[in-house]
T-cell receptor, first 115, second 115 residues
């Protein structure tokens, strides 16, 4: 079945540092890829998405590129802020082949940004 | 446009009882999915409803059920509660169209505690 693997956390960075959170996937067919963010006590917010190979999703300074050859969708940000402290989830949906509209999530990576 | 709303936000139940959770999707969204989030198992798909029909189901026992109404609002029910059902239950809505990306937008969740 489909699966998503994320790097273990927590990731602790100083403010203005560069962020990379690694994500790789295994999927049948042609998945769409997503990054979601969860702040304490809240639900998931869609951060960015990419629907086909070489697409780059971007939002709020975060970027991720859909790499089909390496089955990866790494999240990056050039300069993190304390307000970016949260848990980040990589996820996929593969519906075109399977007809199944269900997100498969990674285990999440906690980011802590120190001032 | 209002986001996904879930009620109640917090719930405490006793083992053996049953519970009903409610979800109102974003206006115009006809697909509603439910997920369970626990520290041990992470985010797991429960089921998806579209046009009042269950389209997909995750690997959960029959104690977990749901339904969708003609206005796209959805409820999920858990009968004979067990301690392991303590979790954050997240509802997500989606605009199912021709783009094929099926991004899902989440509500704040219902925190269920079973004692």
């Amino acid at each position: 079945g489909d699966s998503v693997t994320q790097m273990e956390g927590p990731v602790t960075l100083s403010e203005e540092a560069f962020l990379t959170i690694n994500c790789t996937y295994t999927a049948t067919g042609y998945p769409s890829l997503f990054w979601y963010v969860q702040y304490p006590g809240e639900g998931l917010q869609l951060l960015l998405k990419a629907t086909k190979a070489d697409d780059k999703g971007s939002n709020k300074g975060f970027e991720a590129t859909y790499r089909k050859e390496t089955t990866s969708f790494h999240l990056e940000k050039g300069s993190v802020q304390v307000s970016d402290s949260a848990v980040y989830f990589c996820a996929l949906i593969e519906s075109r082949v399977t007809g199944r509209r269900a997100l498969t999530f990674g285990s999440g990576t906690r980011l802590q940004v120190q001032p | 446009k209002a986001g996904v709303t879930q009620t109640p936000r917090y719930l405490i139940k006793t083992r053996g009882q049953q519970v009903t959770l409610s979800c109102s999707p974003i206006s115009g969204h006809r697909s509603v999915s439910w997920y369970q989030q626990t520290p041990g198992q992470g985010l797991q798909f429960l089921f998806e409803y579209f046009s009042e029909t269950q389209r997909n189901k995750g690997n959960f026992p029959g104690r977990f059920s749901g339904r969708q109404f003609s206005n796209s609002r959805s409820e999920m029910n858990v009968s004979t509660l067990e301690l392991g059902d303590s979790a954050l239950y997240l509802c997500a809505s989606s605009l199912v169209g021709t783009s094929g990306s099926y991004e899902q937008y989440f509500g704040p969740g219902t925190r269920l505690t079973v004692t």
